[in-house]
Protein backbone atom coordinates (compact mmCIF):
# COMPACT_ATOMS: atom_id res chain seq x y z
CA UNK A 1 0.00 0.00 0.00
CA UNK A 2 1.72 3.76 -0.87
CA UNK A 3 1.64 6.10 1.27
CA UNK A 4 -0.62 9.24 0.88
CA UNK A 5 1.20 12.47 1.27
CA UNK A 6 -0.18 15.59 1.76
CA UNK A 7 1.96 18.01 0.24
CA UNK A 8 0.79 21.70 0.06
CA UNK A 9 0.74 22.95 -3.88
CA UNK A 10 2.92 25.96 -3.31
CA UNK A 11 5.50 23.78 -1.42
CA UNK A 12 9.01 24.46 -2.57
CA UNK A 13 9.68 21.15 -2.40
CA UNK A 14 6.66 19.97 -4.19
CA UNK A 15 8.12 19.61 -7.32
CA UNK A 16 10.69 17.24 -6.18
CA UNK A 17 8.62 15.29 -4.10
CA UNK A 18 6.41 14.90 -6.92
CA UNK A 19 9.40 13.78 -9.36
CA UNK A 20 10.82 11.53 -5.93
CA UNK A 21 7.27 9.58 -6.80
CA UNK A 22 7.40 9.04 -10.34
CA UNK A 23 10.62 7.34 -9.43
CA UNK A 24 9.84 5.33 -6.85
CA UNK A 25 6.42 4.49 -8.74
CA UNK A 26 8.43 3.49 -11.90
CA UNK A 27 5.43 4.03 -14.68
CA UNK A 28 2.63 6.01 -12.88
CA UNK A 29 -0.43 7.95 -14.08
CA UNK A 30 -1.18 11.88 -13.37
CA UNK A 31 -4.63 11.17 -11.84
CA UNK A 32 -2.39 8.26 -9.47
CA UNK A 33 0.21 10.81 -8.39
CA UNK A 34 -2.99 13.29 -7.57
CA UNK A 35 -4.30 10.68 -5.22
CA UNK A 36 -0.95 9.67 -3.52
CA UNK A 37 0.01 13.16 -2.99
CA UNK A 38 -3.56 14.60 -2.58
CA UNK A 39 -2.85 17.87 -4.73
CA UNK A 40 -5.45 18.67 -7.13
CA UNK A 41 -5.65 16.81 -10.71
CA UNK A 42 -5.10 20.55 -12.22
CA UNK A 43 -1.70 21.07 -9.63
CA UNK A 44 0.08 17.46 -10.84
CA UNK A 45 -0.90 18.62 -14.93
CA UNK A 46 1.03 21.78 -14.26
CA UNK A 47 3.99 19.94 -12.25
CA UNK A 48 4.31 17.16 -14.83
CA UNK A 49 4.17 19.63 -17.48
CA UNK A 50 7.32 21.74 -16.20
CA UNK A 51 8.96 18.45 -15.66
CA UNK A 52 8.51 17.35 -19.12
CA UNK A 53 9.85 20.46 -20.26
CA UNK A 54 13.16 20.01 -18.25
CA UNK A 55 13.55 16.03 -19.41
CA UNK A 56 12.96 14.87 -16.01
CA UNK A 57 9.88 12.92 -16.83
CA UNK A 58 9.12 11.36 -20.27
CA UNK A 59 5.57 9.85 -21.22
CA UNK A 60 5.61 6.45 -22.06
CA UNK A 61 2.30 4.95 -23.39
CA UNK A 62 -1.17 4.86 -21.97
CA UNK A 63 -2.27 2.20 -19.40
CA UNK A 64 -4.94 -0.25 -20.36
CA UNK A 65 -8.32 0.58 -20.39
CA UNK A 66 -10.70 -0.53 -17.60
CA UNK A 67 -13.84 0.67 -18.86
CA UNK A 68 -12.98 4.36 -18.22
CA UNK A 69 -10.84 6.38 -20.32
CA UNK A 70 -7.03 5.40 -21.32
CA UNK A 71 -4.30 7.40 -18.48
CA UNK A 72 -1.38 8.36 -20.42
CA UNK A 73 1.78 7.52 -18.24
CA UNK A 74 5.30 8.96 -17.67
CA UNK A 75 8.19 7.91 -15.79
CA UNK A 76 11.45 9.22 -14.68
CA UNK A 77 14.17 9.96 -17.48
CA UNK A 78 17.19 8.55 -15.26
CA UNK A 79 19.28 9.68 -18.01
CA UNK A 80 18.12 13.63 -17.56
CA UNK A 81 20.47 14.28 -14.74
CA UNK A 82 23.54 13.10 -12.68
CA UNK A 83 24.99 12.86 -9.38
CA UNK A 84 29.06 12.66 -8.22
CA UNK A 85 29.61 10.66 -5.01
CA UNK A 86 33.36 10.77 -3.70
CA UNK A 87 34.67 8.66 -0.84
CA UNK A 88 37.50 10.25 0.84
CA UNK A 89 39.96 8.16 2.45
CA UNK A 90 43.33 7.52 3.15
CA UNK A 91 44.02 4.18 1.25
CA UNK A 92 42.33 4.83 -2.03
CA UNK A 93 39.61 7.55 -3.24
CA UNK A 94 36.46 6.06 -4.86
CA UNK A 95 33.86 8.00 -7.21
CA UNK A 96 30.84 7.03 -8.22
CA UNK A 97 28.55 8.60 -11.10
CA UNK A 98 24.86 7.64 -10.41
CA UNK A 99 21.94 8.35 -12.70
CA UNK A 100 19.00 9.83 -11.16
CA UNK A 101 16.91 6.74 -10.74
CA UNK A 102 20.40 5.81 -8.80
CA UNK A 103 21.75 3.35 -10.93
CA UNK A 104 25.47 3.94 -10.89
CA UNK A 105 26.53 4.41 -14.76
CA UNK A 106 30.60 4.61 -13.51
CA UNK A 107 32.89 4.13 -10.71
CA UNK A 108 36.68 5.20 -10.42
CA UNK A 109 39.36 4.25 -7.69
CA UNK A 110 42.19 6.41 -7.28
CA UNK A 111 45.06 6.62 -4.82
CA UNK A 112 44.15 7.76 -1.53
CA UNK A 113 44.66 10.58 0.55
CA UNK A 114 47.30 10.20 2.85
CA UNK A 115 50.14 12.13 2.94
CA UNK A 116 49.01 14.72 0.45
CA UNK A 117 47.64 18.53 1.39
CA UNK A 118 43.90 19.30 1.33
CA UNK A 119 44.30 21.79 -1.25
CA UNK A 120 46.58 19.53 -3.65
CA UNK A 121 43.25 16.82 -3.16
CA UNK A 122 40.99 18.97 -4.16
CA UNK A 123 43.00 20.11 -7.02
CA UNK A 124 43.65 16.09 -8.18
CA UNK A 125 40.00 15.23 -7.85
CA UNK A 126 38.85 17.46 -10.14
CA UNK A 127 41.47 16.83 -12.88
CA UNK A 128 39.96 12.95 -12.36
CA UNK A 129 36.46 14.02 -12.49
CA UNK A 130 36.93 15.94 -15.52
CA UNK A 131 38.62 12.52 -17.02
CA UNK A 132 36.01 10.91 -15.41
CA UNK A 133 32.93 12.83 -17.13
CA UNK A 134 34.82 12.46 -20.74
CA UNK A 135 35.38 9.27 -20.16
CA UNK A 136 31.04 8.37 -19.41
CA UNK A 137 30.75 11.06 -22.22
CA UNK A 138 28.33 13.36 -19.69
CA UNK A 139 28.41 17.13 -20.06
CA UNK A 140 29.34 18.65 -16.53
CA UNK A 141 25.98 20.59 -17.15
CA UNK A 142 24.11 17.57 -16.70
CA UNK A 143 25.69 16.85 -13.31
CA UNK A 144 23.36 18.17 -10.36
CA UNK A 145 26.09 18.44 -7.54
CA UNK A 146 29.00 16.29 -5.83
CA UNK A 147 28.22 14.57 -2.34
CA UNK A 148 31.89 14.06 -0.26
CA UNK A 149 32.02 11.56 2.22
CA UNK A 150 34.83 11.33 4.77
CA UNK A 151 35.48 10.05 8.17
CA UNK A 152 35.52 11.89 11.49
CA UNK A 153 34.33 14.43 13.69
CA UNK A 154 32.18 17.08 11.19
CA UNK A 155 33.67 20.22 12.75
CA UNK A 156 32.36 23.78 11.35
CA UNK A 157 35.15 24.65 9.69
CA UNK A 158 36.78 20.90 8.36
CA UNK A 159 36.48 17.43 9.67
CA UNK A 160 38.42 16.08 12.73
CA UNK A 161 40.67 13.06 11.57
CA UNK A 162 39.35 12.54 8.13
CA UNK A 163 42.78 11.55 7.57
CA UNK A 164 45.26 10.25 10.15
CA UNK A 165 48.63 11.66 8.24
CA UNK A 166 47.38 14.79 7.74
CA UNK A 167 45.97 17.21 10.39
CA UNK A 168 44.80 20.00 8.32
CA UNK A 169 41.84 18.19 7.01
CA UNK A 170 40.37 19.57 10.51
CA UNK A 171 40.43 23.27 9.89
CA UNK A 172 40.18 22.51 5.25
CA UNK A 173 36.05 23.40 4.27
CA UNK A 174 36.66 20.51 1.71
CA UNK A 175 33.15 21.42 0.64
CA UNK A 176 34.08 25.24 -0.64
CA UNK A 177 36.84 24.17 -2.10
CA UNK A 178 35.78 21.72 -4.44
CA UNK A 179 32.71 24.11 -5.38
CA UNK A 180 34.85 26.65 -6.42
CA UNK A 181 37.16 24.24 -8.82
CA UNK A 182 34.26 22.64 -10.08
CA UNK A 183 31.36 25.58 -10.16
CA UNK A 184 29.16 22.63 -8.94
CA UNK A 185 27.04 22.76 -5.17
CA UNK A 186 28.86 20.16 -3.12
CA UNK A 187 27.77 18.21 0.02
CA UNK A 188 29.59 16.94 2.50
CA UNK A 189 28.66 13.98 5.15
CA UNK A 190 29.83 11.68 7.50
CA UNK A 191 31.31 7.97 5.77
CA UNK A 192 29.07 5.86 8.05
CA UNK A 193 25.97 8.55 7.39
CA UNK A 194 26.53 7.99 3.84
CA UNK A 195 26.95 4.31 3.79
CA UNK A 196 24.03 4.13 4.90
CA UNK A 197 22.27 5.95 2.78
CA UNK A 198 23.89 3.80 0.36
CA UNK A 199 22.78 0.94 1.25
CA UNK A 200 19.24 2.59 1.71
CA UNK A 201 19.30 3.61 -2.06
CA UNK A 202 21.25 0.44 -3.87
CA UNK A 203 18.74 -1.72 -1.56
CA UNK A 204 15.78 -0.90 -2.53
CA UNK A 205 14.80 -0.75 0.89
CA UNK A 206 10.80 0.53 2.27
CA UNK A 207 11.38 3.26 4.60
CA UNK A 208 9.87 0.71 7.38
CA UNK A 209 12.98 -1.31 7.73
CA UNK A 210 14.82 0.20 10.40
CA UNK A 211 18.88 -0.93 9.97
CA UNK A 212 23.02 0.40 10.86
CA UNK A 213 25.89 0.65 8.81
CA UNK A 214 29.05 -0.30 10.35
CA UNK A 215 31.88 1.50 8.49
CA UNK A 216 35.31 0.62 8.62
CA UNK A 217 37.83 2.64 7.24
CA UNK A 218 40.80 4.02 9.47
CA UNK A 219 38.21 3.30 12.73
CA UNK A 220 34.65 2.47 12.99
CA UNK A 221 31.39 4.66 12.50
CA UNK A 222 27.94 3.43 12.58
CA UNK A 223 25.36 4.87 10.15
CA UNK A 224 21.75 4.77 11.32
CA UNK A 225 18.27 4.32 9.05
CA UNK A 226 15.29 4.66 11.24
CA UNK A 227 12.24 5.28 9.23
CA UNK A 228 13.84 5.77 5.74
CA UNK A 229 15.89 8.72 7.01
CA UNK A 230 19.72 9.42 8.38
CA UNK A 231 19.43 9.46 12.08
CA UNK A 232 21.89 12.96 12.69
CA UNK A 233 21.92 13.42 16.23
CA UNK A 234 22.56 17.15 17.98
CA UNK A 235 25.46 17.80 15.09
CA UNK A 236 25.03 15.42 12.73
CA UNK A 237 27.44 13.48 14.34
CA UNK A 238 26.03 10.13 15.60
CA UNK A 239 26.95 6.82 15.38
CA UNK A 240 30.60 6.77 17.31
CA UNK A 241 30.44 3.32 17.86
CA UNK A 242 35.06 3.62 17.69
CA UNK A 243 34.31 4.90 20.83
CA UNK A 244 32.14 2.50 22.72
CA UNK A 245 33.72 1.45 25.75
CA UNK A 246 34.27 -2.36 25.85
CA UNK A 247 36.89 -2.60 28.90
CA UNK A 248 36.60 0.38 31.20
CA UNK A 249 40.17 -0.97 32.38
CA UNK A 250 41.48 -1.58 28.62
CA UNK A 251 44.37 0.59 26.85
CA UNK A 252 43.71 4.07 26.80
CA UNK A 253 42.50 5.36 23.65
CA UNK A 254 43.49 8.75 21.83
CA UNK A 255 40.03 9.96 22.36
CA UNK A 256 40.80 10.24 26.22
CA UNK A 257 38.57 7.11 27.63
CA UNK A 258 39.82 3.71 27.87
CA UNK A 259 38.90 0.49 26.57
CA UNK A 260 37.33 2.04 23.22
CA UNK A 261 36.66 -0.45 20.08
CA UNK A 262 38.55 1.82 18.16
CA UNK A 263 41.85 0.69 20.62
CA UNK A 264 41.13 -2.61 20.80
CA UNK A 265 40.04 -3.68 17.42
CA UNK A 266 40.92 -1.04 15.01
CA UNK A 267 43.34 -1.27 12.15
CA UNK A 268 45.83 0.46 14.03
CA UNK A 269 45.17 -1.79 17.05
CA UNK A 270 45.46 -4.90 14.54
CA UNK A 271 48.79 -3.89 13.17
CA UNK A 272 50.33 -2.72 16.70
CA UNK A 273 49.40 -6.48 17.51
CA UNK A 274 51.59 -7.76 14.54
CA UNK A 275 54.45 -5.53 14.67
CA UNK A 276 54.87 -7.26 18.09
CA UNK A 277 55.55 -10.31 16.35
CA UNK A 278 58.61 -9.67 14.55
CA UNK A 279 58.21 -13.02 12.09
CA UNK A 280 54.86 -11.54 11.47
CA UNK A 281 56.01 -8.10 10.96
CA UNK A 282 59.09 -9.40 8.41
CA UNK A 283 56.76 -12.02 6.44
CA UNK A 284 54.33 -9.53 5.60
CA UNK A 285 56.93 -6.35 5.00
CA UNK A 286 54.84 -4.19 7.62
CA UNK A 287 56.28 -0.62 8.48
CA UNK A 288 54.28 -0.04 11.22
CA UNK A 289 54.00 3.69 10.94
CA UNK A 290 50.68 5.84 10.54
CA UNK A 291 51.44 6.66 7.20
CA UNK A 292 51.05 3.26 5.98
CA UNK A 293 48.65 2.40 8.85
CA UNK A 294 46.03 1.03 5.87
CA UNK A 295 48.49 -0.32 3.67
CA UNK A 296 50.13 -2.30 6.91
CA UNK A 297 46.29 -3.53 7.62
CA UNK A 298 45.32 -4.41 4.16
CA UNK A 299 47.79 -6.68 4.12
CA UNK A 300 47.25 -8.23 7.35
CA UNK A 301 43.48 -8.47 6.16
CA UNK A 302 44.81 -10.44 2.80
CA UNK A 303 46.93 -12.78 4.44
CA UNK A 304 44.79 -14.00 7.19
CA UNK A 305 42.08 -14.22 3.81
CA UNK A 306 44.55 -16.19 2.29
CA UNK A 307 45.04 -18.80 5.23
CA UNK A 308 47.80 -17.57 7.39
CA UNK A 309 46.94 -18.55 11.26
CA UNK A 310 49.05 -15.62 12.89
CA UNK A 311 47.02 -13.12 10.59
CA UNK A 312 43.55 -14.88 10.82
CA UNK A 313 43.75 -14.75 15.02
CA UNK A 314 45.17 -11.14 15.31
CA UNK A 315 41.58 -10.52 12.59
CA UNK A 316 39.39 -12.79 14.76
CA UNK A 317 39.86 -11.05 17.74
CA UNK A 318 39.47 -7.80 16.26
CA UNK A 319 35.81 -9.37 14.64
CA UNK A 320 34.96 -10.70 18.30
CA UNK A 321 34.92 -6.79 19.58
CA UNK A 322 32.90 -5.86 16.53
CA UNK A 323 30.76 -8.29 16.78
CA UNK A 324 30.17 -7.32 20.91
CA UNK A 325 29.60 -3.86 19.66
CA UNK A 326 27.13 -4.42 17.12
CA UNK A 327 25.18 -7.08 19.14
CA UNK A 328 24.65 -3.86 21.98
CA UNK A 329 23.50 -1.69 18.89
CA UNK A 330 21.24 -4.49 17.60
CA UNK A 331 19.92 -4.65 21.52
CA UNK A 332 19.48 -1.09 21.60
CA UNK A 333 17.58 -0.50 18.67
CA UNK A 334 15.92 -3.17 18.05
CA UNK A 335 17.54 -3.40 14.40
CA UNK A 336 16.55 -6.04 11.62
CA UNK A 337 19.72 -5.67 9.64
CA UNK A 338 23.28 -4.69 9.79
CA UNK A 339 25.04 -4.03 6.46
CA UNK A 340 29.12 -4.09 6.98
CA UNK A 341 30.78 -1.92 4.45
CA UNK A 342 33.80 0.53 3.61
CA UNK A 343 37.20 -0.36 2.59
CA UNK A 344 38.19 -1.91 6.40
CA UNK A 345 36.28 -4.67 5.24
CA UNK A 346 37.23 -5.16 1.92
CA UNK A 347 39.92 -7.99 1.95
CA UNK A 348 38.78 -9.96 5.55
CA UNK A 349 35.19 -8.91 5.44
CA UNK A 350 34.39 -12.81 5.94
CA UNK A 351 35.75 -12.84 9.32
CA UNK A 352 34.00 -9.87 10.72
CA UNK A 353 30.52 -11.23 8.79
CA UNK A 354 30.93 -14.27 10.73
CA UNK A 355 31.86 -13.42 13.96
CA UNK A 356 28.87 -11.08 13.98
CA UNK A 357 26.09 -13.22 12.24
CA UNK A 358 27.02 -15.75 14.95
CA UNK A 359 27.21 -13.76 18.39
CA UNK A 360 23.66 -11.84 17.35
CA UNK A 361 21.86 -15.13 16.28
CA UNK A 362 22.99 -16.54 19.78
CA UNK A 363 22.39 -13.58 22.36
CA UNK A 364 20.25 -10.97 20.59
CA UNK A 365 17.53 -10.11 23.25
CA UNK A 366 14.96 -10.18 20.00
CA UNK A 367 16.21 -13.41 18.94
CA UNK A 368 12.70 -15.24 19.36
CA UNK A 369 10.60 -12.57 17.75
CA UNK A 370 12.69 -11.69 14.96
CA UNK A 371 15.97 -12.34 12.78
CA UNK A 372 18.92 -10.08 12.00
CA UNK A 373 20.41 -9.66 8.63
CA UNK A 374 24.01 -9.48 8.57
CA UNK A 375 25.05 -8.29 4.84
CA UNK A 376 28.73 -7.84 3.91
CA UNK A 377 28.27 -4.63 1.44
CA UNK A 378 29.82 -4.94 -2.80
CA UNK A 379 33.53 -3.90 -1.31
CA UNK A 380 34.09 -3.28 -4.80
CA UNK A 381 32.03 -0.61 -4.48
CA UNK A 382 32.16 2.19 -1.81
CA UNK A 383 28.51 2.30 0.01
CA UNK A 384 29.94 5.66 1.41
CA UNK A 385 30.71 6.53 -2.32
CA UNK A 386 26.92 5.51 -3.69
CA UNK A 387 25.60 7.46 -0.67
CA UNK A 388 27.48 10.41 -1.25
CA UNK A 389 25.99 10.48 -4.68
CA UNK A 390 22.09 10.08 -3.44
CA UNK A 391 23.09 12.70 -1.15
CA UNK A 392 23.89 15.35 -4.31
CA UNK A 393 20.73 13.91 -6.51
CA UNK A 394 18.62 15.19 -3.40
CA UNK A 395 19.21 18.40 -5.24
CA UNK A 396 16.46 17.44 -7.65
CA UNK A 397 14.81 14.75 -5.43
CA UNK A 398 12.74 14.76 -2.38
CA UNK A 399 15.75 14.65 0.55
CA UNK A 400 15.97 10.96 1.89
CA UNK A 401 17.55 12.58 4.54
CA UNK A 402 14.66 14.63 5.81
CA UNK A 403 11.30 12.80 6.72
CA UNK A 404 8.50 13.90 4.40
CA UNK A 405 6.83 11.01 5.50
CA UNK A 406 3.05 9.96 5.33
CA UNK A 407 0.11 11.54 7.65
ZN1 LIG B 1 38.14 6.24 22.31
Not at 95 to 100: I, N
Not at 347 to 373: C, M, N, Q
Request: charged letters at 20%; hydrophobic letters at 40%.
Amino acid sequence: MSTVRRLGPSSENTRSAILDMVRSSGTVSRIELSEMSGLTPTSITRIVKSLIEDRLVVETGFSDSTGGKRRSLIELNPHARYAVGISLDDARLTYVVADLGGTVVGHHISAGIAGTPPSDVVLRIGDELEGLFLDLEIPTSDIVGIGVAGAGLDLSAGAERISLTSDDWDTFAVQEALETRMGLPVVRDNDAACAALGNFWAGRLSASQDFATLYMSNGFGLGLMIGGSVSRGSSSNVGEIGHMTLDIGGPACWCGSRGCLEILAGPRAIVGSAMADPALARDLGLSGDDAHLRHNFDMIARSAAGGDRRSAQLIERSAAYVAAAVLSVVNLLDLGRIYLAGPGFADAGDFYLRAITDRVARFARTKSVHGVEITLSDPGLDAAAVGAASLALQHVLTPHTRAERGV
